[in-house]
């Protein structure tokens, strides 16, 4: 398994403000699978993509992603995993917005060994005649294609997706999906895709079930439904 986690706890504050965000979490994710988290406001499951990314430590438990355990992991080599092996998608894009949409995905692909090209990506996410415009000029839609292009251009070996189409409307939406879909199936990128939206599940390899912190539900999906079919 690519990814594993394996009893993680993780809690916020103490004394009358602790709150207990996952309790003993156990999934297993084979590489190159798309793995749906899914849960309402509340359930831990941005936390759990947090823990996995390094953002986070968690209070108790392991995680390990291609054989390396994350948990315990020195700042330097902490931020050599990141930089190595994990490409980030957030709800708000996260944009530098006096760097143009180029500029943008290139920042990240100073900092790959074996960058993907970026021209390419342009072309792939259908934002090449955008290439020149600066964040603000951008349609919600082309923002978040350029949060996917940058996320990508590191060519990760792990991509953490947390509510990617949550700020979109179900069209555009739709099409992000069917881009992640197409980088998995051209590039064999493991995604660990973090939604309240329970159709997304239906292009998933694996689903994910999360409430108050524990898995709920998990179940393997063998035919995934194209993303262009989903139905909100």
Known sequence: MFVETENISKSYGAGGSHAQVLSGVSMQVAEGSVCVILGPSGSGKSTLLNVIGGLDAVDGGHIRVGGLEV????????????????????????????????????????LSDDPLDVGGLLETMDIWDQRGKFPPQLSGGQQQRCALARALVKN???????????????ATAKDVLILLEKVNRAYGTTMLIVTHNEAVSGMA????????????????????????????
């Not at 700042?75 to 990141?82: D, F, I, V």
């Not at 997706?161 to 979109?168: F, H, R, S, V």
């Not at 079930?209 to 079919?229: T, V, W």
Request: charged share 15%; hydrophobic share 45%; glycine share 4%.
């Open 156 to 170: 990760p070996k792990l991509l953490l997706c947390d509510e990617p189409t949550g700020a979109l409307d179900s």
């Open 205 to 232: 390899h694996q689903v994910v079930k999360l409430r108050d912190g524990m898995i709920q539900a998990e179940y393997a999906n063998s035919h995934p439904a194209p993303a262009a079919e989903l139905v909100w």
């Open 71 to 110: 948990t315990g992991l020195a700042p330097a080599a902490l931020s050599e995993y990141r930089r190595s092996t994990l490409g980030f998608v957030f709800q708000f894009y996260n944009l530098i917005p006096n760097l143009t949409v180029a500029e943008n995905i290139e920042v990240c692909a100073y």
